[in-house]
């Protein structure tokens, strides 16, 4: 495939997997890295009430496209799959709290995507809940 094709594909994958999330582009990040199967795709939240960005979800393929593929069958039917938390943590030495909710298949997992991408002695869990399955 040609870069300009591969790059029209990548476009319209990841365009439809924020379709599927009810994300604008401003509040999801994809970030692709090199891996020793070939590709891993980290999508990343971005709450814009407070700027924190989260881990949504991670997958690894041999290429962009094969991820992004993977990506898109994932946001297709995780709500079914995987149970609901809400998490109330906050920064330490800042004195306000914040609500988050994410999408895992037990706590660890959840605690997981809030501690992403940053120092988890840098932030305080005041709580972990399951919410009920509605």
Known sequence: MSGDKQNLEISKIQKEIEKYLSLGSTSI???Y???NHGTRLDVITVNPRHNQSFLFHSVEGYSKIDTLKSMLEYVR???DKKNSY???WSVKGVNELHTSYFRAKDIPEAIDKL???RDPN???IFSVVLNPVS
């Open 33 to 35: 890295q090199s891996s």
């Open 29 to 31: 990040i994809f970030d």
């Open 115 to 117: 501690h992403y991408g």
């Open 77 to 79: 039917d995780y709500r």
């Open 122 to 124: 840098g932030i305080t």
């Open 86 to 88: 809400t998490i109330q």
